[in-house]
């Protein structure tokens, strides 16, 4: 039974927890398996047990509430770039409990860079371990995949016509089948694999919270904002809260470890005095440690959605997707866990290496079998068929500022997307693979053209016109307080904020340079390598399996 308070228990926490999502979550069960030391687990957002964040195929629902996501935007950046959505979880779980539940781990070359940089601890030899632990999954090679840990992960079933027709117009186009993207080899043409347990989403807090015995030493404390920290000398040694209107402080007894997430981890620095000096001043906040680094490095996938009508509309998921079928969906889940309820939509995919030459992936498919229009405002489902293409290890950089000491007004950040002529060039090479892919005769006359008109554009300079007016995020903001040796990093290898003794930062935030993937199970992995530093336990060795 997790130990959900309305106030803490107790004055001063040994560790206190800022974010419950992939990282937090992890943290919170990890540190607490010390059963001498308490751990306060503060999330700003509400439960997570609400039936269409444990339902797969409800995904979209929860992604449209504010009461679970922070709907951030971004701001238009030099005129180029629109403003572009931005969901954040805010519920027990974080993003975790709302994003869209595909399992990838990232290409072997991600983490060696890392290790090049100087992070030396942070190579895939030494993160293998760590996504083993992390995962059960039994159908992989055992060298690569884990086996008994905390988050169950299965493959798609991918039966709708559609998916194999994909695949198979993928392999015409010259990609090979790939059994398993997070084992050997990351490149090619794959059925997809998801968090999902027992039909339910296999959240970090499901998985880590609610599905590991309970804790007595750990309190969770929901619906609570983190307005600020209090440092004497380089120590902090209290935190400020808010709950429902009112205020109040908890001591730090041993350390304090932010994981709120890219957006919002440098924003609460920032509040409490650690960022650009300047920037600070501006804001009347009194610098505590002039930190450039903070909210600098921002980085994401940048995406385009590819939409495709279906010639015959029972081909379509959105066929089943009526009112008696949603029905129908719903008693399949809620009684049997089984049906169309079990699945995230997303089902099949490809990584492929278009600049790269074979080395490493540089962009990404995920593909539903519909027209699904996700906005702020609602979802809009159609027949047809969905393709959305990404940059991976994309070089362009964004930032991030706070205009205000006010910590319910939210930050400002930019992406600054296909501002670098490598993500130009990889834009158009990746939409031009779209186009081919979805060009094959393997289709047999099943889709229509590209709906927005791509399909007409011929050179390069249209290609990247279009790309400018219709990017967006694929929801992987990462970087802001970036792991590293170099003038603007933020944390140690370890995650320890530098010019600090018990300032931790752990989440996706600390991702020097992003991976080839969704940041989930990425995430997961650094907060269950952090949590060893933390306790001070030998990490696990390195493992080196043969790379492909």
Not at 199 to 213: N, V
Not at 244 to 257: C, D, N, Y
Not at 325 to 337: P, T
Not at 387 to 397: E, G, K, M, Y
């Amino acid at each position: 039974m997790l130990n959900i308070v309305k106030r803490p228990s107790q004055r001063s926490y040994d560790y206190i927890i800022i974010g419950s999502g992939s990282a937090g979550s992890v943290l919170a069960a990890r540190l607490s398996e010390d059963s001498s030391k308490s751990v306060l687990l503060v999330e700003a957002g509400p439960s997570d047990r609400n039936t269409f964040i444990q339902m797969p195929a409800g995904l979209g629902i929860p992604l449209m509430k504010d009461r679970y996501n922070w709907k951030f935007f971004s701001e238009e950046a030099s005129g180029s770039e629109k403003e572009i959505y931005t969901p954040r979880g805010k519920v027990l779980g974080g993003s975790s409990s709302i994003n869209g539940m595909n399992w990838v781990r990232g290409n072997s070359a991600d983490y060696d860079d890392w290790a090049q940089s100087g992070l030396t601890n942070w190579s895939y030899a030494h993160c293998l371990p760590y996504f083993k632990r992390s995962e059960n999954y039994a159908q992989g090679d055992p060298a690569y995949r884990g086996i008994g840990g905390p988050t169950n992960i299965v493959k798609a079933e991918a039966t709708n016509p559609l998916f194999k027709l994909f695949l198979d117009a993928a392999c015409d186009y010259g990609l090979a089948l790939n059994p398993d993207h997070n084992g050997e080899t990351q490149i090619g043409a794959h059925t997809t694999q998801r968090n999902v347990s027992k039909g339910t989403r296999h959240s970090a807090s499901q998985a880590y919270l609610y599905d590991q015995p309970a804790k007595a030493q750990l309190d969770v404390l929901l619906e609570t904002r983190c307005t600020s920290i209090e440092f004497s000398g380089q120590d902090a040694v209290r935190v400020h809260l808010s709950r429902r209107g009112k205020v109040f402080t908890v001591e730090v007894g041993s350390e304090l470890i932010l994981s709120a997430g890219a957006i919002q981890t440098p924003q609460l620095l920032m509040l409490s005095g650690i960022g650009d000096g300047d920037a600070l001043k501006a804001c009347d906040i009194n610098i505590k440690q002039h930190m450039p680094g903070v909210g600098s490095n921002l980085q994401d996938h940048p995406a385009w959605c590819f939409e495709y009508g279906a010639t015959d509309p029972r081909d379509s998921l959105a066929s089943k997707l009526g009112y008696l079928g949603r029905l129908k969906i719903g008693v399949e889940w809620l009684f049997r866990k089984q049906g169309l309820g079990i699945s995230n939509h997303f089902e099949v995919g490809a990584f492929l290496s278009l600049l790269g030459k074979g080395m490493g992936a540089d962009a990404q498919m995920e593909c539903i079998a519909m027209r699904g229009d996700f906005t702020p405002e609602g979802i809009k489902i159609e027949p047809g068929y969905q393709c959305f293409t990404s940059l991976q290890r994309p070089t362009s950089r964004g930032k991030l500022c706070i205009t205000s000491a006010d910590p319910a007004v939210g930050p400002k950040f930019e992406f600054n997307y296909l501002t670098t002529d490598h993500d130009k060039k990889l834009a158009v090479a990746a939409i031009k693979a779209t186009q081919q892919i979805f060009q094959q005769s393997a289709w047999q006359g099943r889709l229509s053209s590209e709906l927005s008109g791509v399909d007409n554009l011929k050179s390069d300079s249209d290609i990247i016109k279009w790309a400018f007016a219709n990017v967006e995020s694929n929801y992987h903001p990462c970087g802001t307080c970036s792991m590293g040796v170099d003038d603007k990093a933020v944390t140690d290898a370890q995650g320890r904020a530098h010019g600090f003794n018990n300032l931790r930062i752990v989440d996706a935030s600390i991702i020097p340079s992003i991976p080839a993937g969704n940041l989930n199970a990425i995430t997961i992995m650094i907060a269950e390598k952090i949590a060893d530093s933390i306790l001070g336990v030998s990490a696990i060795e390195p493992e080196y399996p043969s790379i492909n």
